[in-house]
Nanobody, 127 residues
Framework: QVQLVESGGGLVQAGGSLRLSCTAS????????LGWFRRAPGKERAFVAA????????YYGDSVRDRFTISRDNAKNTMYLQMNSLKPEDTAIYYC????????????????????WGQGTQVTVSS
């Protein structure tokens, strides 16, 4: 069974930092592009970031590009999202997911192009 498990969420004050992790089985992890999405209360799921198989290419949503960093450690079957300078509007459930499309901006940001999803981890940023 395909499983992706997020961790590292929590409560943090505005301006603070968190690092999220996503761990999966080797069969799920290799050799796929992986991404992070988030869903704020009452809003649709939104793209956060994606990373290529070797980690040499990344792509970020406009709202997080200068504050978040996506990375991966293939030996550990783990992907990370380092979130700095957090804002209240970053409050959401964060999901990791496996990509099934081409490396193209409109495809990377489309949830329908991701075939497996974790259950999410809650990030709450207080003001």
């Amino acid at each position: 069974q395909v499983q992706l498990v997020e961790s590292g969420g929590g409560l943090v004050q505005a301006g603070g930092s968190l690092r999220l992790s996503c761990t999966a089985s080797a069969r799920t992890f290799n050799p796929y592009v992986l991404g992070w999405f988030r869903r704020a209360p009452g809003k649709e799921r939104a793209f956060v970031a994606a990373i290529s198989w070797r980690g040499d290419s990344t792509y970020y949503g406009d709202s997080v590009r200068d504050r978040f960093t996506i990375s991966r450690d293939n030996a550990k079957n783990t992907m990370y999202l380092q979130m700095n300078s957090l804002k209240p509007e970053d409050t959401a459930i964060y999901y990791c997911s496996r990509y099934s499309g081409a490396w193209f901006d409109t495809a990377l940001t489309t949830p329908d192009n991701y075939d497996y999803w974790g259950q999410g981890t809650q990030v709450t940023v207080s003001s």
